[in-house]
């Protein structure tokens, strides 16, 4: 049966190098967030470590995924919905609740202050993913087991 | 930060990358002027950075010295991690991750700047 198309190749190259940015740049401030300023705003950095986590876990599986890994799939589908509802979440929260978020997450306000490609990026992320799914292109639905 | 510097740095950058984007719209994956592209990035970061290394060893210092150092380490990784990836893909969308890594460098030029007060 189709075993998937890598998620890599294509417009993936454009999505995991994306995913790459927002990995390194979510775990360098959240461990300088944590190392220094823990006290100040623990809520808001503890996201953002499992945010900058989410990026990291998506952009590796994101990176891996095709013909030869079908776990990398499964893993990044799990990964890119976490993100979404995260993403989501904590957007809500941070308008509702602004004084949990004395400092911005990388979520606050849907990730308004990174320009909202993070609101933006799981979207494509899963719309991708359902584009490269294993046994799409014979036209089954995804089977189960292997 | 030098004004002056930190500008031409983004200039070339947003120059570079928005050219490469147009290409990559066009369906275009001319090797020589993308990698030449890219170094031209590559070299105008490092022209930054060792901007602000001469500036620090005269006795100057950015407000936080941690977060500009990460910047400045990430600014300079950037356009080759960038151009290995991107040409790795065959296709148009390898001109523009080509491209996206060099805007990258003009948004870390411009935290560069900030984060240097």
């Given amino acids: ?146 | 930060m030098n004004s002056a510097l930190t500008a031409v740095v983004i200039a070339i950058s947003v120059a570079v990358g928005l050219a490469m984007v147009v290409l990559a719209l066009l369906d275009r994956r001319p090797l020589t002027a993308v990698l030449g592209g890219l170094l031209l990035v590559e070299a105008a970061a490092l022209a930054q950075v060792l901007w602000a290394v001469v500036a620090v060893l005269r006795g100057q210092r950015p407000d936080s010295g941690v977060i500009f150092t990460g910047y400045a380490l990430a600014s300079l990784l950037v356009p080759p991690v960038g151009a290995v990836w991107a040409l790795a893909e065959k296709s148009r969308w390898g001109t523009a991750a080509a491209g996206i890594s060099c805007l990258v460098l003009a948004v870390a030029t411009v935290r560069l700047r900030q984060v240097w007060g």
């Fill in chain 1, 1 to 146: 049966m189709d075993q998937g198309r890598p998620t890599a190749s294509g417009p993936g190259r454009l999505l995991v190098l994306v995913y790459g940015v927002f990995a390194l740049s979510a775990s360098a401030r959240a461990g300088y967030q944590l190392a220094t300023q823990f006290a100040e705003a623990a809520v808001a950095y503890v996201l953002s470590a499992v945010a900058a986590l989410i990026y990291i876990v998506a952009t590796v599986s994101l990176a891996r995924s095709g013909p030869a890994s079908r776990r990398a799939w499964q893993v990044a589908l799990a990964a890119c919905t976490v993100e979404l509802l995260g993403v989501l979440t904590v957007g809500t929260v941070s308008l509702l609740v602004p004084s949990e978020f004395p400092d911005a997450t990388v979520w606050s306000g849907y990730g308004q202050g990174y320009g909202f490609v993070p609101l933006v990026l799981p979207v494509l992320g899963l719309l991708w993913l359902r584009h490269t799914a294993p046994g799409r292109a014979t036209g089954r639905r995804r089977e189960v087991g292997r």
